[in-house]
């Protein structure tokens, strides 16, 4: 079957631009992780759905971020008015209960 | 300090070595933790689960130590292919934190 997607795979931004990020999960899983990960670094959480509750968006480092899943399935991240220091890979992760299956990630550029 | 702490590397190594890398981690209440490999520009994929028992897959072994918050993975017999960056993972309810990774290349 399908794996995680994420769509567009790249992005370019003018600063000030909003973006809208999706990630369609394995169909039937749950739990749905964003996470962002810059350069050099790890993927730090973001986000986490369990279905269409939103149960933890301690991660979302400004306002300027919104994650919903109204469905349960397909999940979108905006993120508005975007900055430089919002320039990185934006991953999404699946989990039907114990392993997380990543999506390629949509990599942001903010220019 | 962050949360989940790793070796920064890079390690570089010849085909054939033996490579440790060392994981620390905070939170006491940590429940589960895990080993993922990430390639240049592609996501994470699991590589491994790490138990108090120690678990080995192939030439992969880690090992968890619960009382010092302490996690490694050791391959062994290093391949070409074993070159990518290792994430030490952490997870409590879900709510999973990944250190900054260890980039491994092994060259020929």
């Known amino acids: 079957g399908a794996g995680v997607s994420q769509s567009p795979r790249y992005k370019v931004a003018k600063r000030g631009q909003d973006v809208a990020l999706r990630c369609d999960p394995i169909?039937?899983?749950?739990?749905l992780f964003w996470y962002q990960q810059a350069l050099g670094q790890g993927p730090e959480f973001l986000t986490y759905?369990?279905?269409?509750?939103?149960?933890?968006k301690s991660g979302l480092p400004s306002d300027r971020f919104f994650a919903e899943r109204p469905e349960g399935s397909v999940s979108t991240l905006k993120i508005q008015r975007t900055q430089q220091e919002d320039s990185a890979v934006y991953l999404c992760?699946?989990?039907?209960?114990?392993?997380?299956?990543f999506g390629p990630g949509t990599r942001l550029t903010v220019t | 300090r962050k949360e989940v702490e790793q070796d920064p590397g890079p390690f570089n190594v010849p085909e054939g070595a033996t490579v440790a890398f060392n994981c620390t981690y905070s939170?006491?209440?940590?429940?589960?933790f895990f080993w993922y490999r990430q390639d240049c520009r592609k996501e994470p994929k699991l590589l491994m689960s790490?138990?108090?028992s120690g678990n080995e897959d192939g030439r992969f072994t880690a090992q968890l130590n619960r009382a010092s918050q302490y996690i490694s993975l050791l391959i062994r017999d290093s391949k070409l292919s074993d070159s990518a960056t290792y994430l030490c993972?952490?997870?409590?309810?879900?709510?999973?934190?990944f250190g900054a990774g260890t980039r491994l290349t092994v060259k020929p």
């Open positions: 993972v952490v997870n409590r309810m879900d709510d999973m934190r």
């Open positions: 992760a699946s989990s039907g209960g114990y392993e997380q299956y």
């Open positions: 939170n006491s209440a940590s429940q589960s």
């Open positions: 169909s039937g899983h749950v739990s």
């Open positions: 759905f369990q279905n269409e509750a939103q149960l933890d």
């Open positions: 790490v138990y108090s």
